[in-house]
């Protein structure tokens, strides 16, 4: 079982309480929202997409938090809410736009393209267009482990995936990158 | 969290060349949009809670949903948090709500008025969809009637011929031994029969003359005699006997 912070079991008993429901849920959200947006925006791209994943993501946890159990940290549990309606989102944006043969989503690169100071000669921006060629379990891991810096042991408990399967993904989508960035 | 430092090592013996790349965020997020965002997740998920509980007040109203705007006025969220928590505290029960609207249907929500016959739902058959209801095949009286009489006098037909034949060899079989036994027979076996046969009648005869004689033997007196001989001419008496030889005793009269 892992080990809850004392401040998030403070949050998470204030919320069960009727007088201290919304003033914990809004420091849940306080404490957690731009951790929990990154992870979206970098997997949905556009900011007003990540909003509204955001807003049903803490929606979902408003829900849920009540019969949240200790099994899961709420941090952990938060991101897999968070990784699980981005994953959604874009499968109902592939539903409405045309995907390419090759079965990658045009409609990401699309929407990286008009991002605001979208430069493709920058590094960092070529690096986003790699990650976007990559399928899509390899974009989660790499962004959970790259960006969020999150170990392996709580990505498993996010993805529910073993470890193993966790790195091997890992090294795929780096070697992809790679490969990527040196012939683009 | 794993340290930066083992996660760089792990990347650097991956891919040195991804590891050199810059780290840097190149998306931006507009102004203070971490400060307020707080407020519109509160005041959404409190939006949702009332289009939900107006649902079950008025389903119909619920096909027209809000669709959320990203045009927001100029100020708002600066106001939104405030707003937001207003609207929370507003949130109600359908309960709570009806019990302010108008408290008297509350109690009336569970009060079923209509009834049912009793035992109605234990006795109700559901017929299953695709499956019809077969029904048991009808025969009319008058038909098998006709067709029991038909069988009868079949029958009974049958019956008498198969009584007939079995009587007919029955006799034959009967005659057939008989003619074997004769022609087994000696004939002494045979005058023996017929010898006992004729005591036997002779028995009978006695027995018979022992019994009731005056009864079987007619009373011939004169006046019946001359009675019976009335009709008959003298010349025909005449020639009986004669022919018979009978001689006659004469009489004094």
Not at chain 1, 132 to 138: A, D, G, I, M, R
Not at chain 2, 118 to 147: E, H
Request: charge should be negative.
């Amino acid at each position: 079982m892992t080990q809850h912070s004392s401040e998030d079991l403070l949050l998470i008993e204030g919320f069960k309480q009727a007088n201290t429901k919304e003033s914990s849920f809004t420091l849940i959200v306080k404490k957690y929202q731009e951790r929990v947006y990154w992870q979206i925006h970098r997997l949905v791209i556009n900011h007003d997409d990540a909003n509204d994943v955001m807003q049903n993501v803490f929606i979902k946890a408003w829900n849920g938090l009540e019969n949240f159990r200790a099994d899961a940290q709420l941090f952990t549990w938060l991101y897999r809410i968070a990784v699980n309606e981005s994953l959604s989102f874009i499968e109902q944006q592939k539903r409405r736009s045309s995907i390419a043969l090759d079965g990658t989503d045009l409609n990401l690169e699309d929407k990286l393209q008009s991002e605001k100071d979208f430069d493709p000669n920058k590094a960092v921006w070529k690096l986003q267009q790699a990650i976007q060629q990559l399928p899509e379990k390899q974009r989660v891991v790499f962004n959970l482990r790259y960006f969020d810096e999150m170990g392996y042991e709580e990505m498993s408990e996010v993805l529910d995936t073993s470890v193993g399967a966790l790195k091997a993904s890992y090294h795929y989508a780096v070697k992809k990158i790679e490969d990527f960035i040196l012939h683009h | 969290m794993s340290s930066d430092q083992t996660i760089l090592s792990e990347l650097q013996a991956i891919s040195p060349a991804v590891a050199n790349l810059p780290k840097t965020n190149p998306f931006i997020v507009p102004l203070n949009y971490f400060e307020t965002s707080v407020s519109n997740i509160i005041n959404h998920i409190k939006e949702k809670q009332l289009n939900e509980e107006n649902d079950l007040l008025n389903p119909i109203l619920s096909i027209e949903k809000n669709k959320p705007s990203f045009e927001i006025p100029t100020d708002y969220f600066e106001t939104f948090e405030n707003k937001l928590m207003n609207k929370i505290r507003s949130a109600q029960s359908v309960d709570d709500e009806l019990s302010e609207i108008a408290p008297g249907l509350i109690s009336l929500r569970n009060d079923n008025p209509f009834t049912v016959p009793k035992g109605y739902f234990d006795s109700t058959v559901i017929a299953m969809p695709g499956k019809k209801n077969r029904l048991a095949k009808v025969f009319q009286m008058k038909k098998m009637l006709r067709y029991a009489a038909a069988a009868c006098i079949i029958g009974l037909i049958g019956f008498l011929y198969v009584l007939i034949k079995a009587d007919n060899s029955a006799l034959l079989v009967a005659s057939s031994s008989n003619n074997q036994q004769a022609e087994e027979l000696s004939l002494n076996d045979m005058v023996v029969y017929l010898e006992q046969m004729d005591s036997i009648d002779h028995d009978n005869d006695i027995e018979f003359s022992n019994g009731d004689e005056v009864n079987l033997l007619v009373d011939l007196n004169k006046e019946t005699i001359k009675e019976l001989l009335n009709g008959i001419p003298d010349k025909g008496i005449q020639e009986f006997i004669e022919n018979e030889g009978i001689t006659l005793e004469k009489t004094s009269n």
